[in-house]
Protein backbone atom coordinates (compact mmCIF):
# COMPACT_ATOMS: atom_id res chain seq x y z
CA UNK A 1 0.00 0.00 0.00
CA UNK A 2 1.10 3.60 -1.06
CA UNK A 3 2.00 5.86 1.82
CA UNK A 4 2.84 9.41 2.36
CA UNK A 5 3.87 10.97 5.83
CA UNK A 6 4.77 14.79 5.73
CA UNK A 7 6.19 16.34 9.05
CA UNK A 8 5.85 18.62 10.54
CA UNK A 9 2.48 18.91 11.04
CA UNK A 10 2.93 22.22 11.58
CA UNK A 11 5.22 25.05 11.50
CA UNK A 12 5.57 28.40 12.81
CA UNK A 13 8.08 31.08 11.20
CA UNK A 14 9.28 34.12 11.78
CA UNK A 15 9.24 36.51 8.60
CA UNK A 16 12.86 35.79 6.59
CA UNK A 17 13.50 32.58 8.47
CA UNK A 18 14.34 29.78 6.44
CA UNK A 19 13.03 26.07 6.94
CA UNK A 20 12.53 22.72 4.88
CA UNK A 21 9.30 20.40 5.19
CA UNK A 22 9.26 16.97 4.71
CA UNK A 23 7.50 13.85 2.98
CA UNK A 24 8.58 10.56 3.29
CA UNK A 25 6.99 8.15 0.59
CA UNK A 26 6.65 4.71 0.34
CA UNK A 27 5.25 3.16 -3.17
CA UNK A 28 6.20 0.49 -5.55
CA UNK A 29 7.62 2.42 -8.85
CA UNK A 30 7.19 6.14 -8.45
CA UNK A 31 5.71 7.76 -11.23
CA UNK A 32 5.80 11.55 -10.32
CA UNK A 33 5.90 13.68 -6.39
CA UNK A 34 3.93 16.43 -6.72
CA UNK A 35 3.66 19.16 -4.47
CA UNK A 36 0.13 21.38 -3.54
CA UNK A 37 -0.72 24.90 -1.52
CA UNK A 38 -3.66 24.88 -0.15
CA UNK A 39 -5.20 28.05 1.62
CA UNK A 40 -8.21 27.87 4.33
CA UNK A 41 -11.12 27.25 1.87
CA UNK A 42 -9.82 26.42 -1.27
CA UNK A 43 -8.72 23.57 -2.82
CA UNK A 44 -5.07 22.82 -3.50
CA UNK A 45 -3.25 24.49 -6.39
CA UNK A 46 -0.47 22.67 -8.07
CA UNK A 47 2.95 23.75 -7.52
CA UNK A 48 5.94 21.39 -8.62
CA UNK A 49 6.06 17.51 -10.41
CA UNK A 50 9.26 15.50 -9.72
CA UNK A 51 10.05 12.28 -11.29
CA UNK A 52 13.50 11.35 -10.26
CA UNK A 53 15.72 11.40 -7.12
CA UNK A 54 18.03 14.08 -7.29
CA UNK A 55 15.64 16.48 -10.01
CA UNK A 56 14.88 19.69 -8.12
CA UNK A 57 12.50 22.38 -9.12
CA UNK A 58 11.81 26.06 -7.52
CA UNK A 59 9.51 28.63 -7.88
CA UNK A 60 9.69 31.70 -6.17
CA UNK A 61 10.74 31.25 -2.48
CA UNK A 62 10.29 27.69 -3.02
CA UNK A 63 12.86 24.28 -3.93
CA UNK A 64 11.24 20.79 -4.12
CA UNK A 65 14.05 18.53 -4.15
CA UNK A 66 13.39 14.63 -4.67
CA UNK A 67 15.49 11.42 -3.17
CA UNK A 68 14.51 7.66 -3.19
CA UNK A 69 12.49 8.04 -0.09
CA UNK A 70 11.50 11.75 0.63
CA UNK A 71 11.26 14.83 -0.85
CA UNK A 72 11.79 18.06 0.60
CA UNK A 73 10.22 21.74 0.35
CA UNK A 74 12.47 24.42 1.43
CA UNK A 75 11.24 27.85 1.90
CA UNK A 76 14.03 30.92 1.47
CA UNK A 77 12.75 33.92 3.67
CA UNK A 78 9.44 33.14 3.72
CA UNK A 79 6.52 35.87 4.16
CA UNK A 80 3.84 35.74 5.69
CA UNK A 81 1.22 35.38 2.35
CA UNK A 82 3.51 31.91 2.15
CA UNK A 83 1.39 31.07 4.83
CA UNK A 84 -0.80 27.59 3.79
CA UNK A 85 -1.13 24.12 4.23
CA UNK A 86 1.58 22.17 2.12
CA UNK A 87 0.08 18.70 0.54
CA UNK A 88 3.04 16.37 -1.27
CA UNK A 89 1.57 13.48 -2.91
CA UNK A 90 2.38 10.53 -5.02
CA UNK A 91 1.30 8.84 -8.36
CA UNK A 92 2.62 5.01 -8.21
CA UNK A 93 3.31 3.42 -11.78
CA UNK A 94 0.33 0.58 -11.07
CA UNK A 95 -1.70 1.89 -13.40
CA UNK A 96 -4.14 3.67 -11.58
CA UNK A 97 -3.93 7.58 -11.53
CA UNK A 98 -5.30 8.81 -8.64
CA UNK A 99 -2.71 10.81 -6.49
CA UNK A 100 -2.38 8.99 -2.35
CA UNK A 101 -1.74 12.56 -0.44
CA UNK A 102 -0.01 13.04 2.96
CA UNK A 103 -1.40 14.72 5.88
CA UNK A 104 0.19 18.28 4.86
CA UNK A 105 2.15 20.38 6.86
CA UNK A 106 -0.02 23.67 8.16
CA UNK A 107 2.58 26.47 8.01
CA UNK A 108 2.02 29.69 9.99
CA UNK A 109 4.73 33.04 9.05
CA UNK A 110 4.70 35.89 11.09
CA UNK A 111 5.23 38.81 10.14
CA UNK B 1 -7.05 29.08 -16.54
CA UNK B 2 -8.38 25.97 -16.43
CA UNK B 3 -11.49 25.74 -14.23
CA UNK B 4 -12.43 22.98 -12.33
CA UNK B 5 -16.29 24.13 -10.70
CA UNK B 6 -18.45 22.27 -8.26
CA UNK B 7 -21.80 23.57 -8.12
CA UNK B 8 -22.33 24.06 -4.21
CA UNK B 9 -19.86 25.55 -1.50
CA UNK B 10 -21.94 24.46 1.79
CA UNK B 11 -24.75 22.05 1.63
CA UNK B 12 -26.65 20.50 4.07
CA UNK B 13 -28.33 17.35 3.99
CA UNK B 14 -30.41 15.08 5.85
CA UNK B 15 -29.38 11.46 6.98
CA UNK B 16 -30.78 9.37 4.35
CA UNK B 17 -30.95 11.29 1.54
CA UNK B 18 -29.94 10.97 -1.79
CA UNK B 19 -27.26 13.76 -2.61
CA UNK B 20 -25.62 14.96 -5.67
CA UNK B 21 -22.93 17.04 -6.18
CA UNK B 22 -21.53 18.08 -9.07
CA UNK B 23 -18.13 19.15 -10.90
CA UNK B 24 -17.63 20.38 -14.13
CA UNK B 25 -14.27 21.60 -16.25
CA UNK B 26 -13.99 23.75 -19.23
CA UNK B 27 -10.64 22.25 -20.76
CA UNK B 28 -11.68 19.31 -22.03
CA UNK B 29 -9.38 17.03 -19.66
CA UNK B 30 -10.16 13.15 -19.94
CA UNK B 31 -9.19 12.50 -16.44
CA UNK B 32 -12.01 13.48 -13.68
CA UNK B 33 -11.42 12.53 -10.06
CA UNK B 34 -13.17 13.51 -6.40
CA UNK B 35 -11.63 12.83 -2.90
CA UNK B 36 -12.73 14.08 0.24
CA UNK B 37 -10.41 15.85 2.78
CA UNK B 38 -11.05 15.44 6.54
CA UNK B 39 -9.16 16.78 9.51
CA UNK B 40 -6.19 14.35 10.53
CA UNK B 41 -6.60 11.66 7.12
CA UNK B 42 -6.08 13.94 4.95
CA UNK B 43 -7.52 13.82 1.13
CA UNK B 44 -8.50 10.08 0.07
CA UNK B 45 -9.52 9.18 -3.49
CA UNK B 46 -13.24 8.35 -4.23
CA UNK B 47 -13.80 7.65 -7.33
CA UNK B 48 -12.05 8.28 -10.60
CA UNK B 49 -12.78 8.54 -14.23
CA UNK B 50 -10.63 8.36 -17.28
CA UNK B 51 -13.55 8.76 -20.05
CA UNK B 52 -17.11 8.94 -20.31
CA UNK B 53 -19.11 6.39 -18.99
CA UNK B 54 -15.76 4.93 -17.43
CA UNK B 55 -15.13 4.71 -13.37
CA UNK B 56 -12.82 3.01 -11.80
CA UNK B 57 -13.39 3.06 -7.24
CA UNK B 58 -10.73 4.72 -5.24
CA UNK B 59 -9.48 4.08 -2.11
CA UNK B 60 -12.77 4.30 -0.28
CA UNK B 61 -15.66 3.86 -2.97
CA UNK B 62 -18.26 2.33 -0.10
CA UNK B 63 -21.40 4.60 0.36
CA UNK B 64 -20.80 6.27 -3.49
CA UNK B 65 -21.47 6.15 -6.52
CA UNK B 66 -20.56 8.25 -10.14
CA UNK B 67 -21.73 9.34 -13.20
CA UNK B 68 -19.94 10.58 -16.21
CA UNK B 69 -22.50 11.31 -19.11
CA UNK B 70 -20.33 13.86 -20.28
CA UNK B 71 -16.41 14.67 -21.06
CA UNK B 72 -16.52 17.54 -19.21
CA UNK B 73 -18.88 16.75 -15.87
CA UNK B 74 -18.70 14.25 -13.03
CA UNK B 75 -21.29 13.97 -10.34
CA UNK B 76 -20.56 12.49 -7.17
CA UNK B 77 -23.82 10.67 -5.58
CA UNK B 78 -24.11 9.47 -2.21
CA UNK B 79 -26.84 6.86 -2.40
CA UNK B 80 -28.07 7.28 1.57
CA UNK B 81 -26.17 10.12 2.91
CA UNK B 82 -25.00 9.35 6.73
CA UNK B 83 -23.59 11.90 9.48
CA UNK B 84 -19.88 9.93 9.01
CA UNK B 85 -20.27 11.45 5.45
CA UNK B 86 -19.93 14.97 6.87
CA UNK B 87 -16.58 16.34 4.87
CA UNK B 88 -15.09 18.90 2.09
CA UNK B 89 -15.29 17.22 -1.07
CA UNK B 90 -12.78 17.80 -3.61
CA UNK B 91 -13.07 17.61 -7.51
CA UNK B 92 -10.05 17.49 -9.67
CA UNK B 93 -9.16 16.79 -12.98
CA UNK B 94 -6.12 16.06 -15.43
CA UNK B 95 -4.84 15.55 -18.91
CA UNK B 96 -2.86 12.91 -19.46
CA UNK B 97 0.27 12.73 -19.46
CA UNK B 98 0.67 15.98 -19.17
CA UNK B 99 -1.19 15.76 -15.95
CA UNK B 100 2.48 14.86 -14.34
CA UNK B 101 4.11 18.23 -15.56
CA UNK B 102 1.08 20.47 -14.87
CA UNK B 103 -0.52 18.61 -11.64
CA UNK B 104 -4.34 18.13 -10.93
CA UNK B 105 -6.75 21.03 -11.01
CA UNK B 106 -8.71 21.20 -8.38
CA UNK B 107 -12.08 22.99 -7.46
CA UNK B 108 -12.77 24.93 -4.61
CA UNK B 109 -14.71 22.35 -2.73
CA UNK B 110 -17.96 21.76 -1.46
CA UNK B 111 -18.08 21.34 2.54
CA UNK B 112 -21.29 18.73 3.29
CA UNK B 113 -22.69 18.42 6.67
CA UNK B 114 -25.00 15.62 7.05
CA UNK B 115 -27.46 15.69 10.17
Known amino acids: EDQVTQSPEALRLQEGESSSLNCSYTVSGLRGLFWYRQDPGKGPEFLFTLYSAGEEKEKERLKATLTKKESFLHITAPKPEDSATYLCAVQAGGGADGLTFGKGTHLIIQP | DVKVTQSSRYLVKRTGEKVFLECVQD?????MFWYRQDPGLGLRLIYFSYDVKMKEKGDIPEGYSVSREKKERFSLILESASTNQTSMYLC??????????????FGSGTRLTVV
Open chain 2, 27 to 31: MDHEN
Open chain 2, 92 to 105: ASSLPPQGWVYGYT
